[in-house]
């Protein structure tokens, strides 16, 4: 054989050699011996682990609110000893009014409560026009001139719905009891008034003091509009049972001015919240009741004399107040605003503030009851 014909038959034979290869890698690959390299992809978790790996916790999620849950029946877990117990306190200048009752409290309860808490700043603010009061600073609430409220009366239906219709809610937070004390001249003669006999001389059914087992003597009822506070608006509602004034009571801007009035009024008589008029050297305060025989005063026997005070003042009758024995009873509340922002964390804290121990205590001192 030539050598020309040698090489052929040696082409050939290498060409079917690598032919039969690379068909027997092709069926090997198709039977899944040979693996067929394939994209990377996401790792897949077996569905049988045969370890489980410790759970990794996930970061805390944003809040949508800085408010922490409340439950509905009371802003208090337990209620706390101190001030300082309390953490839910936020910061800032908040913006709080209503009630002219809730006075003795500016006064005397929320200074020490912002020296504890210094960074929770609190400005009374009085309406633009009208008098004080709790229905204006219901009314300032909705407008959102304040953060929170005080009142000494009960949150009206008109109140939810104007408040539902703003987008939020209210909710009335109770922390004190108040009674509603009468007081008349002090040189007057009077052993004491019934609910009803004090109705009727409200609506001018009785204009005399000999009609009610006093002296022959005109009576001047002296009274604050009916627009001008909570505690008109209770007196209205609860003693007058929602009868109108009578045409010889004198309407009188303010408490101050009514007791200036009384004083030199032999004939006069007003009502006003007991931490106000109970104390005071210049009026008396009278006995009030369901029945003509059970007759109780607002403060502790015996009665102080005018010309031992201001040596002596006449001291509030808790235990006749809490007890219910005296008649004309209410609670003060703390309306916060439930739209889930800082206003109504500042109300809640405000509220259960007042209702710890220490809130408690200097509540009494002012002059109110203790609503634990």
């Known amino acids: ?13 290498l060409l079917v050699t690598l032919g039969a290869a690379g068909a027997g890698f092709w069926w090997l690959t198709q039977r899944g011996v040979i693996p067929t390299p394939i994209a990377p992809t996401s790792p897949i978790a077996p569905t049988s682990p045969i370890a489980s790996p410790s759970p990794i916790a996930s ?3 944003t809040p949508t609110s800085s408010i ?5 029946s009371s802003p208090v877990q337990g209620q706390l000893a101190r001030f300082a117990d309390f953490q839910g306190v936020p910061s800032g200048l908040f ?3 209503g009630s002219t009752t809730w006075a003795p409290i500016r006064r005397d309860v929320d200074p020490v409560l912002e020296t504890v808490w210094n960074q929770f700043r609190l400005r009374y603010t009085d309406p633009i026009s009208g008098a004080p009061g709790s229905g204006s600073g219901i009314r300032m609430l909705l407008e959102g001139q304040l953060v929170f409220a005080q009142s000494s009366r009960s949150i009206k239906d008109e109140e939810y719905s104007r408040a539902q219709q703003r987008g939020f809610s209210l909710r009335e ?35 005399n003091w000999n009609q009610v087992g006093g002296p022959d003597l005109p009576i001047t ?3 604050r ?17 929602k009868s109108d004034f009578g045409n010889t009571v004198e309407f009188i801007p303010t408490t101050t001015q009514a007791l200036r009035k009384l004083a030199v009024d032999p ?16 009026v008396k305060p009278i006995a009030i009741g369901r029945k003509p025989d059970e007759l109780v005063p607002p403060y502790k026997e015996p009665l102080v004399p005018v010309d031992q005070c201001p040596a002596q003042r006449n001291q509030i009758d808790a235990d006749a107040l809490q007890s219910g024995q005296y008649p004309i009873t209410r609670r003060l509340f703390v309306i916060v605003k439930q739209n889930g922002q800082v206003d109504q964390q500042a109300g809640e804290a405000y509220a259960n503030l007042l209702l710890t121990t220490e809130g408690q205590a200097l509540i009494s001192k002012a002059g109110f009851i203790s609503i634990r």
Do not use: H, W
């Not at 922490?68 to 509905?72: A, C, D, K």
């Not at 509009?225 to 049972?241: H, S, Y």
């Not at 006003?272 to 109970?278: F, L, Q, R, T």
């Open 267 to 282: 004939g006069g008589i007003y009502y006003a919240s007991a931490p106000e008029a109970v104390p005071q050297c210049t």
């Open 68 to 72: 922490s849950p409340t439950p509905s």
């Open 95 to 97: 913006s709080y009014g």
């Open 173 to 207: 937070i109770p922390v004190a009891i108040d009674g509603i004390a009468v007081v008349v001249n002090p040189s007057l003669a009077i052993p004491g008034l019934t609910i009803a006999q004090l109705k009727d001389i409200y609506t001018s059914k009785v204009t």
């Open 59 to 61: 970061p805390p999620s």
């Open 221 to 223: 009822p002296y009274s």
């Open 225 to 241: 509009r009916l627009v001008d506070g909570g505690t008109i608006e209770f007196f209205f509602e609860n003693v007058l049972q």
């Open 1 to 13: 054989m030539s050598a020309k014909n040698e090489t052929l038959v040696l082409a050939l034979s």
